[in-house]
């Protein structure tokens, strides 16, 4: 290896020894099952167990994302009260992530991801039996509620470093496409069925708020089946606990915090365009029926959902940075481009043109945040290069629900093109040349 690539690999904490190898069985690799295909070889069984609840919990969150602005339109909510509900679930989400990110590897990933669905069984229950602003508010704070197409809870920090210690690292890049495209793919079905509340109250008299309260009744029985999935995990998805002294982070903290500061711009863009959101400006804008929102939502994830496979074949052939900025500027023009249309048949073909590549980027970042760091600190990076996107992310809703409420322009959209297009090229300009050590070719 050159000199100066050892100097690098000094200056960001780059370039670790590689982990143990996980025990897999002999017999485990003559047992190659049509599922197993789709996995690295590297992968454990806690890997499968991770991507089927990151599944359920896709389901629940897109179904919630379509169906929590006209669920609280439904009952006499405005437009900004709307976004100050969705402002409510991503900072408390990300407070709660931060803290629990940091001492997850003291608790137990395992029982922090136990604790996770306890409260987002409370949280289904919560939407489920008020409708005072204030209630909603209190726990959409302290809840789980997911707003978004993407996954902005206290899960996604705790499961990110737990898949990390499910692969070997040359791996990681195809195993976190395979966890977002599990995650969007589920998503995408939980938004179609988004409509059927909406569907059965027309068909048989019912009042509408009821009928759409009733997908907080699954999305608390979804968390009873994850709570029973995650119970499976073995201990190899732990880390050998740190001392309580010991810093959360240190090897690693200057590329970290780097990372987390542009993560957080292109997080401050997303809010604006988050999917509860999206949904809003299309029912303000074009009178969008709840169906109509959950079927193009349905068609919109399987775009995200089934591009993140091309993530993995540009990433080993271009590098994670590369592959994380020149998939994301189209999805960004597009994304103007829709505000500007004047009929939602335009707008929604803009719009699904931007999510076919929107997500390549995801799984490319994920994998290059969990390369650069330690093993040891892997919880700790995630949590801190997420939870920060969370917080920027928050920022944004209140914003776009008054620009709603005063217009119904596409202005949130240009907003979020806008700074997220400034952020993949300072991306490009700061962290081209700082590559992970599976990426520092002779």
């Known amino acids: 290896m050159p000199q100066r690539?050892?100097?690098?690999?000094?200056?960001?904490?780059?370039?670790?020894?590689?982990?143990?190898?996980?025990?897999?069985?002999a017999h485990c690799d003559m047992m190659v099952s049509p599922i197993n295909r789709w996995f690295p070889r590297s992968a454990t069984s806690d890997a499968k167990l991770l991507l089927a609840t990151r599944a359920l919990r896709g389901l629940a969150d897109g179904a919630v994302s379509v169906l929590l602005p006209s669920y609280l339109m439904a009952i006499g909510f405005t437009p900004i009260r709307v976004g100050a509900i969705v402002f409510g679930t991503l900072l408390g989400s990300a407070a709660l992530t931060l803290w629990v990110g940091l001492v997850t590897d003291r608790l137990g990933r395992r029982r922090v991801l136990l604790a996770a669905c306890a409260l987002m069984l409370a949280t289904g229950i919560g939407f489920t039996i008020t409708a005072s602003f204030w209630l909603l508010f209190v726990v959409?704070?302290?809840g789980t509620l997911n707003p978004s197409a993407g996954d902005v809870s206290l899960f996604l920090p705790v499961e990110q470093a737990a898949l990390a210690e499910a692969a070997e690292p040359r791996d990681l890049t195809a195993m976190f496409a395979l966890y977002n495209v599990a995650g969007?793919?589920?998503?995408?079905?939980?938004?179609?069925?988004?409509?059927?509340?909406?569907?059965?109250?027309?068909?048989?008299?019912?009042?509408?708020?009821?009928?759409?309260?009733?997908?907080f009744v699954a999305y608390s029985i979804i968390a009873v089946i994850a709570f029973a999935v995650y119970r499976r995990l073995s201990p190899a998805v732990e880390v050998e606990r740190q001392p309580a002294k010991s810093a959360p982070l240190a090897k690693s903290r200057a590329i970290?915090?780097?990372?987390?500061?542009?993560?957080?711009?292109?997080?401050?863009?997303?809010?604006?365009?988050?999917?509860s959101l999206l949904a809003l400006w299309l029912f303000r804008r074009f009178n969008l029926s709840v169906q109509a929102a959950g079927t193009f939502f349905f068609a919109a994830g399987l775009l995200s959902?089934?591009?993140?496979?091309?993530?993995?074949?540009?990433?080993?052939?271009?590098?994670?940075?590369?592959?994380?900025?020149?998939?994301?500027?189209?999805?960004n023009a597009m994304l103007i481009v829709?505000?500007?249309?004047?009929?939602?048949?335009?707008?929604?073909?803009?719009?699904?043109?931007r999510f076919s590549t929107s997500q390549m980027d995801v799984p490319a970042r994920q994998s290059y945040v969990m390369a650069v760091v330690p093993p040891e600190e892997r919880a700790a990076a995630a949590t801190v290069t997420?939870?920060?996107?969370?917080?920027?992310?928050?920022?944004?809703?209140?914003?776009?629900?008054?620009?709603?409420?005063?217009?119904?322009?596409?202005?949130?959209?240009?907003?979020?093109g806008v700074l997220k297009t400034i952020y993949?090229?300072?991306?490009l300009i700061q962290f081209r040349a700082v590559k992970p050590s599976d990426e520092q070719f002779e």
Not at 194 to 209: D, F, Q, Y
Not at 256 to 275: E, M, N
Not at 325 to 330: A, D, K, N, R, T
């Open 184 to 215: 969007a793919t589920a998503g995408a079905f939980g938004a179609l069925a988004s409509g059927v509340p909406a569907i059965l109250a027309a068909r048989h008299g019912w009042a509408l708020a009821p009928a759409l309260r009733s997908g």
């Open 338 to 353: 829709a505000a500007l249309m004047p009929t939602p048949g335009l707008a929604m073909t803009f719009l699904l043109l």
């Open 140 to 142: 959409a704070v302290v």
């Open 5 to 25: 690539a050892d100097r690098r690999t000094e200056r960001y904490g780059i370039g670790f020894p590689r982990r143990r190898e996980p025990y897999r069985p």
């Open 256 to 275: 970290v915090l780097r990372l987390s500061a542009l993560f957080s711009l292109d997080s401050l863009g997303g809010g604006f365009v988050i999917q």
């Open 386 to 416: 997420n939870v920060p996107r969370s917080l920027a992310a928050a920022m944004a809703p209140l914003p776009a629900g008054a620009m709603l409420n005063h217009s119904s322009f596409g202005w949130p959209l240009i907003c979020a």
């Open 424 to 427: 993949d090229i300072l991306l």
């Open 305 to 331: 959902s089934f591009s993140q496979f091309i993530s993995p074949v540009l990433a080993s052939r271009f590098g994670r940075i590369n592959t994380m900025v020149f998939s994301h500027l189209p999805s």
